[in-house]
């Protein structure tokens, strides 16, 4: 506590609060590129990666509570262009309307139900396919 009271001390002193000096901290800090678009495209760039990163990072800790850390990962990395490209146009219809959000979470409890009445075959059929991408995640 001692650190944090004095270096709000030392901002009162001089008349500014925290937010403030962050702001102006911030604004002195030259662009990445004189041109402006660059510096948007940087932006982006930087945003998607780490957005890919966590995405990446939440799904193998999801999946390792149930397959283990190792596994998941095989799982994660060995997912085909057709599922990323499924299950991101699935994520964007749900996120942008309310309609498309009842569709797709109507489609998944579909899918869910239908799992769990043919419990028995669903189980060895999906176990199977994932053995068959993690095998895969392996290779890559």
Known sequence: MGLLKGARARLDKIGRKPIEAAKDAADSLPPPSPNPMTTVLL???????????????????????????KKAGHLVKGRSMTQ?????????VATRSVPGA?????????KTLYDRRHAASQKAKGEAQVKAQAD?????
């Open 43 to 69: 932006a982006d760039i930087a945003l998607r990666a780490g957005g890919a990163l966590l995405r990446r990072g939440v799904e193998t800790g999801i999946l390792g509570q149930k397959f283990g850390q």
């Open 102 to 110: 009842i569709v797709v979470g109507g489609g998944l409890l579909a």
């Open 136 to 140: 895969k995640g392996k290779k890559d």
């Open 84 to 92: 990323t490209l499924v299950g991101t146009a699935l994520a964007r």
